[in-house]
Nanobody, 122 residues
């Protein structure tokens, strides 16, 4: 499985961005998908995950109420809608595929995508 993320950019604080991650391969529909981020000098951290059907979602506390993860299984794509962005959201964002939401939160996953840079100016 290959994961291709896009949608990053430069935005002012309070603005919005929508990240997309397109997956190749037939396993997308059965995979739990997630987003991670890594700021300069920091470890990569879990941001959000969504179950294979889209019925379950989980977020890190710092983005709850601002970010929404969703997926379109017909298009093999997972999204991350980011609203009310803050400078501390600045990071490289990565999509990932795994087998469980709990597993993703602890970085037990099968595939990483390449990152897309998100920069939030104050």
């Amino acid at each position: 499985v290959q994961l291709q993320a896009s949608g990053g950019g430069l935005v002012q604080a309070g603005g919005s961005l929508r990240l997309s991650c397109v997956a190749s391969g037939r396993t997308f529909r059965s995979a739990v998908m997630g987003w991670f981020r890594q700021a300069p000098g920091k470890e990569r951290e879990f941001v959000a995950a969504i179950s294979s059907s889209g019925g379950m979602r989980h977020y890190v506390d710092s983005v709850k109420g601002r970010f929404t993860i969703s997926r379109d299984n017909a298009k093999n794509t997972v999204f991350l809608q980011m609203n009310t962005l803050k400078p501390e959201d600045t990071a490289v964002y990565y999509c990932a595929a795994g087998r469980s939401i709990v597993g993703l939160t602890t970085k037990q996953l099968d595939y990483w995508g390449q990152g897309t840079q998100v920069t939030v100016s104050s």
